[in-house]
């Protein structure tokens, strides 16, 4: 089986982009191969003039030519990237595309094989959870690509539920999570680590509850002064306020006592990151909005205890207080008192990280779930 990811963003040093998605699609994407599926990836929105090629660890990796169009981009865009999905399709006999919701991109898009969307979050998804208004556009660009889609994927039961009650829906959703390669998650020495210290990893934006981890962080240094957090992300915009940096945002929060415990380390390469998961006592994950919480399950790889969100998203990978600690990140006081509960009690602490290592490898093995998204794509081309 030959199988496609329709994407704009990748962990690749030729291609512009990387989030949350683009690291969702690397390991899935090496959970195939590993099953011996080809795989393919097909980049678009990139800054290139002429069409390129690159292998990269058994990946072949197409980077579509960028085009310009002076009126109606939103629709001739679509159009061209068609014709040259449709071609590379066609050369390199491809049986099925996966590309993701966000903004619809496969709206008006035919292709010569099946497409199936895998819904990481749309914009209508994120606009209803942070409670913000979306332009219709992307609304309509949305709905039509997922009912256009052969088959659809849903990274957690919570993105299912509410994508199909936003677009009314009649189609069936398979709930697929995210995983890792447990190969790559390792810890040979989990009660070797910096005491107190408290990591986040992530993009610095009011909606991962960036904001409330300030406030959280001075109830925790009145506790404990000698607890430290540490900050790894790109510092972005906020559009409540039209700040270019998050981080300055709460600066104005940190009381000075806490100001003086917290780094905030910018952006990191996947390796580096993974020596500052490791070296880090507990991790918080304060998330106002999400689909799925991939780093989340990356710390728990580790077996690193984890503070998460209470919500939805968040119980269906974290048992509270079994393989991690779920509460409320607008409730300080008590998400400050459990991160204090933790760096208090090593013994606690660490029988929650073993736990949550335990869970990962039962419920987040990636070569588990590429079996399972082998299975699926199979039927969907069974059935095209």
Not at 244 to 254: A, E, R, W
Request: glycine share 4%.
């Amino acid at each position: 089986m030959h199988i496609a990811f329709l994407t704009s963003e990748f962990p690749h040093k030729s291609i512009n982009h990387s989030a949350g998605i683009g690291t969702s699609i690397y390991n899935i994407c090496f959970g195939l191969l590993e099953l011996g599926a080809k795989v393919s990836l097909i980049v678009y929105n990139q800054k290139n003039k002429e069409k390129e090629t690159h292998y990269y660890k058994g990946l072949e990796i197409h980077i579509i030519k960028n085009k310009k169009h002076k009126y109606f981009g939103w629709y001739l865009n679509r159009k061209y990237i068609q014709k040259e999905v449709n071609d590379i399709v066609h050369e390199n006999k491809i049986d099925i595309i996966e590309a993701p919701d966000w903004t619809g991109i496969t709206a008006f898009m035919k292709f010569s094989v099946p497409l199936v969307i895998r819904m990481h979050g749309s914009d209508a998804f994120f606009c209803r959870l942070e409670n913000r208004k979306q332009k219709k556009k992307n609304y309509l660009f949305e709905k039509l690509a997922l009912n256009k889609a052969n088959g659809l994927i849903a990274v957690s039961e919570f993105v299912a539920e509410n994508t199909n009650e936003i677009f009314k829906l009649n189609k069936k959703i398979k709930v697929i999570p995210n995983g890792v390669a447990l190969k790559n998650f390792v810890n040979n020495k989990p009660f070797d680590f910096k005491k107190y210290q408290i990591l986040y990893f992530g993009t610095i934006i009011r909606k991962k509850g960036l904001l409330e981890l300030a406030h959280i962080f001075n109830q925790v240094c009145k506790y404990n002064p000698k607890a430290k957090l540490i900050l790894i992300g790109k510092d972005d915009y906020d559009k409540k306020t039209n700040s270019k940096s998050t981080f300055s945002l709460m600066k104005n929060i940190f009381s000075p006592e806490a100001f003086t415990q917290v780094t905030y380390l910018g952006k990191k390469t996947y390796q580096e990151l993974k020596k500052y998961i490791l070296e880090s006592h507990i991790c918080v994950f304060p998330s106002l909005a999400e689909s799925f919480g991939m780093v989340t399950i990356e710390a728990m790889a580790l077996q690193k205890a984890v503070v998460s969100s209470n919500y939805k998203w968040a119980q269906e990978i974290i048992n509270h207080k079994e393989n991690g600690i779920l509460e409320d990140p607008k409730n300080h006081k008590k998400f400050s008192q459990e991160i204090v509960n933790l760096l208090s009690d090593e013994n606690f602490s660490q029988e929650i990280g073993k736990k949550a290592r335990l869970k990962v490898e039962e419920k987040f093995d990636i070569f588990k779930i590429s079996k399972v998204n082998i299975d699926f794509y199979k039927t969907i081309i069974h059935n095209h």
